[in-house]
């Protein structure tokens, strides 16, 4: 008895997890490895262009758009002249200012150590890998987006009783147009450009000649009734059969 009773729990465990099973694919058919998900199209987005480096990153710098980008940094630093230091320290007038320089902030050794002056190109830099630029530095945050990184550049620069100037940087070459060996190469055909015939002028239609009415048709003459045929007169006909018979 006790072994039946075994046999059909496990019978009943097994039938409820098939159960299950099938219910669970039913009420989640999409689950899976398989299964996608959002857009079946995929992501559209180009992927983002790579750094150029230093000064071609400047090319078409916006101090505006860099305005913006410093909102990420309000939360550690003051922007305004005289502004107070925070966790950061004021970066007002901070393009051309001695590293670790700043009063009334305590620096890092690695900052205070570093000598010079902070020039655009060493921002940029900084701003990429801060503890990689400056080994120590209390700063962690890094801006990853080199486009970011460059608008803010930009604005810090303009930040200062004397705005340090940007580098002239010429706009990026454009790539001339494929010629149709370089297509080949590529692996595409060039396209077959066709050429429009130009249209035939049509004729110009003559003018039809007006048409005449139609000659009316003379009505026949009637016919002359025949003539009635003449008799042989009887008078000399007699005559000639009376000599005949001696009469």
């Not at 205070?112 to 701003?127: A, C, H, I, R």
């Amino acid at each position: 008895m006790l072994f039946n009773k075994i046999a059909a729990a496990i019978l009943i465990v097994g039938i409820s997890a098939m159960a299950i099973g099938k219910i669970s694919t039913i009420i989640l058919p999409h689950s899976g490895a398989g299964a996608h998900h959002g857009d079946a199209g995929g992501d559209t987005t180009p992927p983002p262009k790579p750094d150029p480096g230093w000064p071609a990153a400047m090319a078409g710098a916006d101090p505006k758009a860099g305005k913006k980008v410093a909102g990420k940094c309000v939360s550690c630093h003051t922007l305004n002249k005289g502004g107070a230091n925070r966790v950061g320290p004021n970066l007002y007038g901070i393009a051309g200012r001695k590293p670790g320089s700043h009063p009334g902030f305590s620096y890092s050794s690695g900052m205070k150590g570093k000598g010079g002056t902070w020039t655009l190109e060493g921002l940029y830099g900084f701003l990429k890998d801060p503890s990689k630029t400056v080994p120590g530095t209390k700063m962690t945050y890094r801006l990853g987006k080199w486009q970011q990184r460059r608008d803010l550049i930009a604005y810090l620069a303009s930040l200062g009783d004397k705005p340090v100037p940007l580098p002239k940087v010429a706009p990026p070459k454009k790539d001339p147009p494929k010629k149709a060996d370089d297509k080949k190469k590529d692996g595409k055909a060039p396209e077959k450009k066709t050429e429009k015939m130009p249209a035939k002028k049509a004729a110009p239609v003559k003018a039809s000649a007006p048409k005449k009415d139609p000659v009316p048709m003379k009505a026949a003459a009637p016919k002359k009734a025949a003539a009635p045929a003449t008799k042989p007169k009887t008078g000399d006909g007699e005559k000639k059969e009376n000599k005949k018979d001696g009469n």
